[in-house]
């Protein structure tokens, strides 16, 4: 039996329900001391003077670092950026400039945490202010274009759009807006950095172990190898933990300075600003159409905010460039620069947001052509990917449709709003295509046969809490030939073989085949050792004739001439050890590759009081091969709801005064609770992928919260006739 896509639980469960698993501020350092990052009170200006002397007077102080006496970096890395995306522009106190309200301005150091935050609750700090932007408005005025989205254009076209429109019979022109929206892990980031000579160990939370451990070499002016990451657990990241912040070398910075390791674990207020957020967005969408719903001419025009220090663009309109067939097409992309934080990867950054717009305008234009919504869709359904003219490398899109609608009754959808209820609750049907690129890079790994039997496989890769220990030793146990609880893989250190970033859902396309290539090389050098050794009862065969199972080699021909891996290492004398790389070839020369999903929502709206209500989810996707169908359902389900919480809840509301965040706290900072939540059905579509990666495998961490947004917003409007194109769709905008 293949121990691959079974549901087994999490190989790390019982460390962490029993508080065993450390997560970065748990760990104990001998002489750990404590931090407090002291962040700006004003958007735009300098710091002229930070007075301590009030803050001298706490017992514990140890340091108060400041642009005035911080260690000097090396003038070239003095502001980091060394990698963006991964290294960012930093205010790592090098100079006294202040680009956004809640930067860090100073980091305050005691031997408790409480008389740290005593003594930074005591600095008194002077600013010389300057004019800010913080009106989305005002930004606008002056725009600019990104080098690139990703990896692509800022700007496409394909076809002539104004021929298109003007052939059309219906014709659609509307805006659509996202808020800024904050990542917000029950985790926060958190350091703990330790100096011994010119060598640094970093405890990080963060979804890129090598990362880490180049960047802040890097800022520090010394090799790679003289940095360790640790990171074995990462209490939730969303894409905030993929890049290096300014608290990461302020904390070993600090270290440096008072020569003893220092913590510092940012508050929740501290998630605000300094480590990254979605930015709010303005999409234009222009569609055009024959009477029978084929498309002529699609537009997707987006504005986002980026910051005074950085560009990072939103990439809203990549996912319109692959979805519908339309050949008259164009993209464009613009950025409005204010005295905010610098934007970042946020769950499915661009398609969350970006399949909003073109999902809702999808359904607008569907009941303008007075057409059912899912017929609309399935008339311009794409063989192949209309943006790069490449075949798809799986699409089961089209089986995704015809099981969510089966699944969820859609056939008994009445088309007209406000034609559906239950007592006093207007009942609304909505739903949207989802989809999430599949990406892949290179990977490595370490794998040891012990003469007890047992394997340890090691990446220097990260578990967000996906299930990355898990599915990955269940890889590995297939590859080698043993049983489950006869494999440990081991992660979370930099010193380990070379792993890529936990983002755009490519851990277990990118880590799974190096852990399978050095399973496989482990095995076949195991199976060489014994063919070689006359004790072996398989001497004298050939690699052909045998076969593995349940941690023993035998002979294909003659199942009874078998024996224990176990065996064959102890009489080796010592353990069996390879590293094994795996990459991409030019396999996305050739293909376009994609996971697809539809997902149908139900929603309910009291017609008196306007409260939204959300009973029934049905998503529906093509994933490739899941590794594991429990921990595979669970990604699918939590995209779901961070999809619910999209488009009802999360919203970061900036003062306009000063530019803070006026609800930087989960108190008003909404998210989705249990009791937001009610009936969410999964389901997996079988599908074959053999282009993608060796395992077949698209990832999952993102495609959940796709087309969920837009879904739930076109329910809301069949159910009340209201079109609220603004997220959130709260109350107050259908009363």
């Known amino acids: 039996m293949k121990i691959v896509g079974a549901p087994i639980n999490r190989t790390d469960g019982w460390a962490k329900v029993s508080g065993t698993a450390r997560y970065t501020a748990e760990h104990q350092v001998e002489g750990l001391t404590h931090a407090v990052l002291v962040t700006s009170t004003i958007p735009s200006g300098r710091v002229l003077r930070i007075d301590d002397c009030a803050a001298r007077e706490v017992p514990g102080l140890l340091l108060v670092m400041t642009p005035q006496n911080a260690m000097r970096l090396p003038k070239e890395n003095k502001d980091g950026k060394l990698q963006p995306p991964i290294g960012r522009r930093l205010t790592l106190l090098q100079e006294d400039d202040v680009y956004y309200n809640n930067q860090p301005i100073a980091v305050v150091v005691a031997d408790t945490i409480e008389h740290a935050r005593e003594a930074a609750a005591r600095l008194r700090i002077e600013y010389e202010r300057k004019d800010a932007v913080l009106d989305f408005e005002r930004a606008k005025e002056s725009l600019h274009a990104p080098e690139k989205v990703l990896t692509e254009d800022a700007d496409t076209q394909r076809g002539d759009l104004a021929d298109g429109l003007l052939a059309a019979s219906v014709r659609f022109d509307a805006s659509y807006t996202t808020p800024i929206e904050h990542h917000n892990p029950l985790e926060t980031h958190a350091t703990i950095a330790e100096w011994n000579g010119d060598r640094l160990t970093i405890h990080e939370s963060t979804q890129y172990m090598k990362g880490v451990q180049r960047i802040v070499a890097a800022i520090f002016g010394i090799a790679p190898e003289n940095v360790t990451a640790i990171c074995p657990y990462t209490g939730g990241g969303f894409g905030s933990k993929g890049s290096v912040w300014s608290h990461a070398p302020l904390t070993a910075m600090a270290a440096k300075m008072l020569g003893r390791p220092v913590k510092l674990s940012l508050d929740r207020n501290n998630m605000f600003g300094p480590v990254g957020q979605r930015p709010n967005t303005e999409q234009r969408f222009r569609l055009g159409a024959l009477d029978d719903g084929q498309l002529l001419a699609s537009s997707h025009d987006t504005v986002a905010y980026t910051s005074m220090i950085e560009d990072w663009i939103e990439p809203c309109g990549i996912v319109t460039r692959m979805m519908y067939e339309s050949p008259h097409q164009q993209t464009t992309h613009r950025l409005a620069s204010m005295n905010l934080g610098t934007p970042t990867f946020m769950r499915a950054p661009g398609e969350a947001t970006g399949s909003f717009a073109l999902e809702s305008a999808m359904d607008e234009l569907a009941y ?62 909505g739903m949207a295509t989802a989809t999430y690129p599949t990406n892949r890079s290179a990977g490595e790994c370490s794998a040891t046969l012990n003469p007890d039997g047992t394997a340890l496989l090691r990446s220097a890769t990260q578990d967000l809490g996906t299930g990355t220990y898990t599915v990955m030793t269940q890889i590995a146990a297939d590859a080698i030939g043993l049983k489950v609880e006869q494999v440990r893989f ?11 970033v936990s983002g755009g859902s490519t851990t277990v ?11 496989h090389a482990l095995r076949l050098k195991l199976v060489g050792i014994a063919l070689a050794d006359q004790a072996s009862p398989l001497f004298g065969s050939s690699v052909d004739k045998i ?3 349940n941690g023993e080699l035998y002979l294909l021909d003659t199942p009874s001439r078998r024996e224990s891996m176990a065996t064959i290492v102890a009489r080796h004398g010592q353990p069996v050890e390879v590293t094994a790389k795996a990459e991409p070839g030019d396999e996305k020369k050739k293909y376009s590759m994609h996971s697809f999903g539809a997902v149908f929502v139900e929603v309910t709206v009291d017609e008196d009081l306007g409260e939204i209500r959300v009973p029934r989810v049905v998503g529906v996707y093509g994933v490739g091969k899941l590794m594991n169908e429990k921990t595979g359902h669970s990604q699918l389900m939590g995209g779901i709801v961070w999809g619910i919480g999209l488009a009802l809840f999360e919203e970061t509301l900036i003062d306009g005064r000063n530019g803070r965040a006026v609800n930087g706290n989960l108190a008003e900072y909404h998210v989705p609770t249990n009791a937001d939540i009610q009936s969410i059905e999964v389901q997996i579509v079988d599908e074959s992928d053999p282009h993608v990666n060796p395992l077949g495998a698209k990832g999952i961490g993102e495609i959940g919260i796709t087309g969920v947004g837009a879904a739930i917003a076109n329910a809301v409007y069949h159910a009340t006739g209201r079109r609220v194109r603004d997220l959130p769709v709260t109350l107050d905008k259908l009363l």
């Not at 081991?490 to 890529?500: D, F, I």
């Not at 396309?509 to 399973?519: D, L, T, W």
């Open 509 to 519: 396309a990118s880590v799974g085949p190096a852990v399978q290539a050095a399973g």
């Open 368 to 429: 303008q052509l007075n057409m059912d919504p899912l017929a609309l869709r399935l008339k311009n359904y794409t063989e192949k990917d209309p943006g790069k003219d490449l075949p798809w490398s799986s699409k089961s899109l089209r089986q995704c449709y015809e099981i969510g609608a089966e699944r969820f009754g859609w056939k008994d959808r009445t088309p007209q709003p406000r034609s559906m209820k239950q007592g006093n609750k207007l009942v609304g049907w």
């Open 547 to 549: 076969g593995v199972e």
């Open 490 to 500: 081991e992660l979370g250190n930099s010193q380990m073989p070379e792993s890529p």
